[in-house]
């Protein structure tokens, strides 16, 4: 009987700490409702299983993660991501590249076949890392920007274009579709956002502008 007793007993201390293991192990985190920035190491290993297998999301929320501890890291998975095809990956590099910056003029160049026209159009206006293309400024497909439904990136090329147009370099753009672009701006930003004074402003320049005459 003694070592009946003691067998229950002792079973009953086994259940005990169990229990109290379980308690007292660390959760699981719910890496889903987390920010990419608070991720803790499991988090982490999950994403990067996840990337490695093509996950593009997963790819975006590590670079997020990394931005603040290991910037090669956080560009590498950016460039995979950009790679792939994601747009905000593309603009990220498209927008943060050359010279003391997280991305070379290269990897902005290689991606750029793969950026939306309006992203195209930004970078080649001068708008990131290379100075303005003014041959091709000349021939700027106006009206397919100006069918772009992104406002924003709209608002962006008609500024940069505008501020060309008005530049020395500009000197043979066509002032016609610098006002037509900063227009569409203005009108689909709505008055007082930033981007329709942005606008506003190089429209007004344009105006004082004066432009010579050629005579036939």
Request: aromatic share 6%.
């Amino acid at each position: 009987m003694k070592s009946w007793h003691w067998g229950v007993a002792l079973l009953g201390v086994v259940a005990v700490i169990g229990g109290l293991v379980f308690a007292l192990r660390e959760p699981e985190p719910d890496c889903p409702r987390l920010a990419p920035e608070k991720y803790p190491p499991k988090c982490v290993a999950f994403a990067e299983q996840q990337a490695k297998a093509g996950d593009t999301a997963a790819m975006l929320r590590l670079s997020q993660h990394f931005e603040s501890r290991d910037r090669a890291a956080a560009a590498n998975w950016t460039r995979q991501a950009a790679r792939a095809g994601v747009p905000a990956a593309i603009r990220r590099i498209l927008d943060n590249c050359g010279d003391g910056q997280q991305f070379t003029i290269a990897d902005a160049e290689a991606l750029l076949p793969r950026a939306g026209e309006l992203e195209q159009a930004y970078f080649k206006l001068g708008g990131s890392c290379k100075p303005a293309d003014t041959a091709w400024a000349a021939k700027l497909p106006a009206s397919d920007l100006l069918a772009n439904a992104d406002t924003a990136g709209l608002c962006r090329v008609a500024v940069k274009f505008g501020q060309l147009a008005v530049s020395p370099a500009g000197a043979k753009l066509d002032a016609g579709v610098a006002r037509k672009l900063l227009g569409e701006c203005e009108r689909r930003a709505g008055a007082g956002s930033e981007a329709a004074q942005q606008a506003h402003s190089v429209q007004q320049v344009l105006d004082r502008q004066i432009r010579p005459v050629h005579l036939e």
